[in-house]
């Protein structure tokens, strides 16, 4: 039919022009580094002291868009400018890696294919915010809970991402098989084919039947709802129990530079405290309505920072999106340090993830040496300190604010 042959037309358009994290990153020394006139001090790291940041516009970019707009980094002595929205993470990560900027937020396992495949010194310098992300699916999709996804086209945002982890894991869970491929093959009712789309393009797609649902962070899930009749099936934090998903990156050269990296590590953390205990103030400044750093109103933002009640999501009344209540979790939330446990689940549950490109490199991974040489973890624990305490922050046990226990639970 017309209509089916327009869709797989712009489903490999959409395919191919997000280029792969393999053929992007493959050339990243021939990219230039700086802006006209600007020194540097290696490969894409700027002698400017000035934070440049870039973003995706989600709210898993809070921290980041927050720490400038506050002031917060001014607080600290530090110029910065207005982060700069990009639409998709191989652009982004194109530009930090050029030297671009000198601080963004990254889908947490980009980084260790950074790091670990093409040699890149990229340094973790804090979670930006803990859950925050869900699996939408169409109203007309057939799907009333994980259990039906066989047979079904889900979006992705990136192969590496902790949603195509989770999603993958939720899959065999149920004893369906994640499959990579063209929407016009054959798909078995035990396969789920998993592809890539830039967030903002998810609602609109599911909307017109292109895709089933996707799996992605807000606020594109509260605009599936509200904006294209979707229905949010699973809460990923209600999965794993306040994962990581997007963190805040640096070169490690910057990072070398103490006086400043951690004045800028200290705003973020001040910024991801502050948005824990005023969310509607900042829902609203990211909102269409407010600061316009994500391109939609005000009520889609607050839905998706805020609306996590068992009338709407409960296994019994709702949606089924929250299995666990006893969890205490949150829709989105906050905690900037980087986790052990968590690096070591993420690194594990990677390897039994499937994704297009070379994953040789993973074979090798030490989820101990990944913590070590990764994560930078000084700046977050100075930060903390300062503001009263990693306890302030969630998911945190008082006795041992630094250790936790990841909790899994299809």
């Not at 930078?376 to 009263?388: P, Q």
């Amino acid at each position: 039919m017309k209509n089916e042959k327009g869709r797989i037309t712009r489903r490999r358009f959409i395919q191919n022009s997000a280029a792969g994290l393999g053929a992007l990153f493959a050339g990243y020394p021939l990219l230039q580094g700086c802006s006209e006139g600007e020194e540097t001090a290696g490969p894409g790291v700027a002698v400017s002291k000035k934070v440049k940041s870039c973003y995706l516009p989600i709210t898993d970019a809070t921290p980041i868009i927050l720490a400038h707009e506050m002031g917060f980094y001014k607080e600290m002595g530090i110029e910065s400018e207005r982060p700069v929205l990009i639409r998709g993470w191989a652009p982004m990560a194109e530009a930090f890696m050029a030297g671009r900027f000198n601080l963004t937020h990254l889908l947490a396992p980009i980084p260790i294919y950074m790091r670990y495949s093409k040699g890149f010194p990229v340094k973790v310098v804090a979670w930006d915010h803990i859950n925050g992300s869900a699996l939408t699916v169409g109203k007309e999709s057939g799907i009333e809970s994980y259990a039906d996804l066989g047979g079904k086209q889900i979006a992705v945002p990136y192969w590496y991402s902790m949603h195509n982890i989770i999603i993958q894991m939720i899959a065999r869970e149920m004893g369906i098989e994640p499959v990579i491929q063209n929407k016009n093959e054959p798909l078995a009712e035990n396969q789920m084919n998993l592809f890539v789309m830039a967030p903002p393009d998810m609602p609109t797609a599911m909307a017109s039947k292109a895709i089933d649902g996707y799996i992605v962070a807000e606020p594109f899930n509260a605009a599936g709802e509200i904006l294209a009749g979707g229905k949010i099936v699973r809460f990923t934090g209600d999965v794993w129990k306040n994962h990581p998903c997007c963190v805040a990156v640096m070169n490690e050269k910057e990072v070398a530079d103490r006086a400043w990296s951690h004045n800028v590590i200290k705003a973020l953390v001040k910024a991801e405290l502050w948005a824990l205990n005023n969310a509607e103030e900042a829902a609203h400044i990211l909102s269409k309505d407010g600061a316009q750093y994500l391109p939609l109103p005000e009520k889609v933002v607050k839905r998706a920072m805020l609306k996590y009640d068992l009338d709407t999501y409960g296994a019994n009344s709702g949606t089924g999106a929250i299995q666990h209540p006893e969890w205490e979790a949150e829709r989105l939330s906050y905690n900037p340090y980087q986790f052990e446990s968590a690096t070591h689940k993420m690194v594990e549950m990677m390897k039994q993830t499937k994704m297009e490109g070379d994953l040789g490199f993973m074979k090798g991974l030490d989820p101990a040496n990944v913590q070590k040489e990764l994560m930078y973890t000084a700046g977050v624990e100075e930060a903390s300190a300062e503001l009263g305490g990693l306890v302030q922050f969630a998911g945190v046990d008082p006795a041992n604010p630094f250790v936790r226990e990841e909790v899994i639970a299809v």
